[in-house]
Antibody, heavy 117, light 112 residues
Framework: EVQLVQSGAEVKKPGESLKISCKGS????????IGWVRQMPGKGLEWMGI????????RYSPSFQGQVTISADKSISTAYLQWSSLKASDTAMYYC??????????WGQGTLVTVSS | DIVMTQTPLSLSVTPGQPASISCKSS???????????LYWYLQKPGQSPQLLIY???SRFSGVPDRFSGSGSGTDFTLKISRVEAEDVGVYYC?????????FGQGTKLEIK
């Protein structure tokens, strides 16, 4: 059974750094792209970027280029999304998803990130 | 970026009745490989999105056959033949022909 398990909810202050994770199981982690999707409170879905864990090839949506870093550790079948300096506007639910390229077929349960002073 | 426009943005349907959602893309989603990269997702309340339909009309594993997709080029439709209570949520179309993939605004389905 394909599963993507994300790390738990986070509460951070503006300016802090954060790295959230997404662990894949039940499939060959290095053979599928992983994508990250943002959903701001009460809003729709926005693609942030994708990574191919097999060779760490990474593509960012223009809106998120330079704002976040996507990485993966194939030895532990885990992808990451990180911020170096959070803003209040980063408050959102973040989903990882496996891509049956180019579209997500299996999704993680989501990680809620709250940034507040 | 390709813009995906869904209509209506909300609909209220009596159980057992059909429902239809339209999705229009600002560019053709037909790839030179012959595939059309249009997808439909449902996000039930409090849950992650789930894939319903891929490449316009193919149902994903486990998706009931009351869901069907159709269309070509830039115009697409998701139909539910007989709405059930468990179908409530927000439906999104998504294009995958150009990076970054883009979603429609979402259509909220409620039960009357």
């Amino acid at each position: 059974e394909v599963q993507l398990v994300q790390s738990g909810a986070e509460v951070k202050k503006p300016g802090e750094s954060l790295k959230i994770s997404c662990k894949g199981s039940g499939y060959s982690f290095t053979s599928y792209w992983i994508g990250w999707v943002r959903q701001m409170p009460g809003k729709g879905l926005e693609w942030m970027g994708i990574i191919y864990p097999g060779d760490s090839d990474t593509r960012y949506s223009p809106s998120f280029q330079g704002q976040v870093t996507i990485s993966a550790d194939k030895s532990i079948s885990t992808a990451y999304l990180q911020w170096s300096s959070l803003k209040a506007s980063d408050t959102a639910m973040y989903y990882c998803a496996r891509l049956e390229y180019p579209a997500p077929d299996y999704w993680g349960q989501g990680t809620l990130v709250t940034v507040s002073s | 970026d390709i813009v995906m426009t869904q209509t209506p943005l909300s609909l209220s349907v009596t159980p057992g009745q059909p429902a239809s959602i339209s999705c229009k893309s600002s560019q053709s989603l037909l790839h030179s490989d012959g595939k059309t990269y249009l997808y439909w997702y449902l996000q039930k309340p409090g849950q992650s999105p789930q894939l319903l339909i891929y490449e316009v009309s193919s149902r994903f594993s486990g998706v009931p056959d009351r869901f069907s997709g159709s269309g070509s080029g830039t115009d697409f439709t998701l139909k539910i033949s007989r709405v059930e209570a468990e179908d409530v949520g927000v439906y999104y179309c998504m294009q995958g022909i150009h990076l970054p993939p883009t979603f429609g605004q979402g259509t909220k389905l409620e039960i009357k």
